[in-house]
């Protein structure tokens, strides 16, 4: 004698399956709980719904994405090429004891060349010795400093020094980048 196979009811229309089938075969309904029901109006909303949800957070992760870009190559000029908008002038290295510490001093005049205005320039420091060879280097971001056009105005940063004193001869300062204050501001 031939086993009858299991069987359950449908979730939709509650009609006999097989235990185990996909799709019931008199509504068309899946029966998976991961998949919902494109057939049913409750289905399509679901799924419109959520594609919906998708696709408008798709472009406005896009539309972020495009503008942050834009803005920051808008307000940054990079030192692809040397970065001419601000100089540095005059530049001294000291050492400055305090206690039992000693730092590096580098203290100089930053100049603005240009008709713009300028602000957080990023200052990069090399120390060489006698041989030219480079013993130390670091590099500040001046944050809340403001260039007007054709001004000039101190800096001065310190740090700890990676070689003796007496090897430090020679500094050199440049201005890598700075954001570029829009006219409006």
Known sequence: MIDAPEVQSCRYCHQPIPTGAKRCHSCGSWQSWLFPDATRPVGRILLFFTYTCITVAAIIL??????????????????IQPFNALTVESVSLSFVKQ???????????????????????????????????????????????????????????????????????????????????????
């Open 99 to 185: 206690g039992e510490y000693t730092w590096v001093g580098v203290m100089g005049q930053l100049k603005n060349t240009s008709g713009f205005m300028w602000k957080d320039p990023y200052i990069h420091v090399s120390i060489y010795n006698k041989d030219k060879k480079l013993i130390d280097s670091n590099y500040t971001c001046e944050t809340g400093l403001v260039l007007a056009p054709d001004t000039t105005t101190a800096f001065r940063f310190l740090w700890t020094p990676l070689a003796s004193e007496e090897q430090y001869s020679i500094v050199r300062a440049s201005v890598r980048w700075a954001t570029k204050v829009p006219k409006d501001s």
């Open 62 to 79: 896009i539309y972020y994405t495009d503008q942050k870009q834009t803005s920051i190559k808008e307000q940054r000029e990079y030192a």
